[in-house]
């Protein structure tokens, strides 16, 4: 037995196995053994060549890439994008539904290639239910992008870009800097319409600016818009009732009480947009007042007990208030929805049943059931973009047309009405919009990031798919 290798050992017939005790078969066995190891040798070294000849199929290429389809080059990490919003399907073929957009040079993960129609090279998937056309695309040896990574970065004024408003005189924008002011313009551009710039050249004397849209303008037509520094509160876990207002009014008066029902003003006013907290309510012959504390003087401060005893208008305050979920909200795991209220103009962001964010908004200036109301109900999120050109010109009914080019942050609920940024304007509190919920561009930074579906790595939109809904919006 000591002569026989326990691996080849296990090799033999049963048969010779019970033998193996008799010592005249003992070379017979042994000569068994070494037909049968160098045999399996042999198999063992010509399986090493062939493979190291040529390859098999499943070792050159991933096992997801289609029977007919050619194996990607080795080394290839990533595909990187070299179209503008490069359109990305739910699956392959351009007759599919739209999953969102792509970034123009982002380097995006490759999972599969299949052929479809629509495309002349592969269909390539970046991510679940999301495929690219290889036609305007690059294969390439770089990492893809971390799943972790957002295609901007947060800003500190919410605004992807810099914005700039159109002059009383106009302007033209032209595609090649070249003609710029020399040559026939491309596009006419009214007073008052907003455009992003992302770059500047000096050019013959004169500074142009090309739009994110790819137009040349001269920056003499243009006027900077300022950022807006105004943002919303983060509220502490365990938050039940809110007990704060913003003021919304242009001048709002502190007053006194000197009656059951009776107040008189101060000279004491609180500006607008500022935080006070809120405490008694009383309905008065002249409107209700709530009792307020400002900075210092909130419950638990020092000199709050110090705190002489104000008062003001409910009207000139903007209260947000808890409220419950609707039904579409899986309340129990957390979901996170967002409730806006018209008659108060504010907004709060949930998990679940706990109030997790509240800040101020605008909503349409229309009457109810208006094309410029904002539409009451329950909805969800149908698409988010980082950016969206908004306007009203094939509107001919319109009394003033407008354009806001790269408007950030978008999150469409209810056909072309959304939440979003808004840089153009001051009015958080009151009623203003063509029917969107306009936020400050730093709330919109915020719970665009915050809200369902996720916006993947180098996107710029997403549409939602069954294992990432959209987020649900409640308008009241």
Same mark, same amino acid.
């Given at each position: ?49 062939? !493979?190291? =000849? %040529? *390859? ?11 029977? $007919?389809?050619? #194996? /990607? ?66 294969? !390439?040896? =770089? %990492? *893809? ?11 500190? $004024?919410?605004? #992807? /870009? ?315």
């Amino acid at each position: 037995m000591d002569l026989v290798h326990p691996v080849a050992w296990r090799l033999l017939p049963m048969a010779l196995r019970r033998r193996f005790t008799n010592p005249s078969l003992l070379w017979h066995a042994q000569r068994y053994v070494a037909v049968m190891v160098g045999a399996i040798g042999a198999v063992h070294l010509s399986l090493i060549a062939t !493979s190291e =000849a %040529e *390859p098999s199929r499943s070792e050159r290429s991933p096992p997801w890439i289609a029977p $007919d389809v050619e #194996p /990607f080059p080795a080394g290839v990490r990533s595909v990187r994008t070299r179209e503008v919003e490069h359109p990305i399907f739910h699956a392959p073929g351009v007759s599919t539904a739209r999953r969102g957009s792509a970034h123009i040079g982002a380097t995006l993960p490759v999972f599969a290639a299949r052929k479809a129609e629509g495309c002349v090279a592969r269909w390539i998937q970046i991510g679940p239910s999301a495929w690219l056309c290889e036609d305007t695309t690059e294969l !390439s040896r =770089a %990492e *893809p992008l971390s799943p972790h990574m957002r295609t901007w970065q947060d800003s500190a $004024d919410g605004l #992807p /870009f810099q914005y700039y408003f159109v002059g009383p005189d106009g302007t033209f924008g032209y595609k090649r800097i070249e003609q710029a002011d020399v040559g026939e313009p491309d596009v006419q551009l009214e007073p008052g319409f907003a455009v992003a710039i992302v770059e500047e050249r000096l050019v013959g004397g004169g500074r142009y600016g090309r739009t994110h849209g790819g137009s040349w303008l001269p920056m003499r037509d243009l006027g900077r818009i300022q950022s807006f520094a105004f943002q919303g509160i983060e509220l502490p876990s365990g938050t039940t009732d809110l007990t704060f207002a913003w003021v919304v009014a242009d001048v709002a008066r502190v007053f006194r009480r000197i009656g059951e029902q009776t107040f008189q003003s101060t000279t004491e006013s609180r500006a607008r947009l500022e935080r006070v907290m809120v405490h008694d309510e009383i309905d008065s012959f002249s409107g209700r007042f709530v009792r307020v504390s400002f900075g210092a003087e909130e419950p638990g401060s020092a000199t709050s007990g110090k705190a002489v005893e104000r008062w003001m208008s409910a009207r000139d305050l903007a209260r947000p208030r808890v409220t419950l979920p609707p039904a579409e909200v899986d309340a129990d795991a957390g979901e996170h929805w967002i409730d806006v209220e018209l008659s108060s103009q504010t907004l709060v962001a949930y998990e679940g049943r706990h109030p997790a964010f509240a800040t101020l908004v605008s909503t349409g200036k229309g009457k109810k059931g208006s094309s410029t109301a904002t539409p009451t109900g329950t909805f969800r999120v149908w698409a988010k973009l980082l950016t969206s050109n908004m306007d009203n010109l094939e509107d001919e009914a319109a009394s003033r047309y407008y354009r806001m080019e790269d408007v950030p942050y978008v999150q469409y609920f209810h056909k072309g009405v959304g939440l979003h940024g808004a840089f153009w304007h001051r009015s958080l509190g009151r009623v203003r919009s063509h029917g969107c919920v306009n936020l400050s561009p730093l709330d919109a930074q915020r719970l665009f990031w915050w809200t369902a579906p996720r916006l993947p790595a180098g996107w710029t939109a997403v549409l939602p798919v069954a294992h990432d809904r959209g987020a649900v919006i409640r308008v009241r």
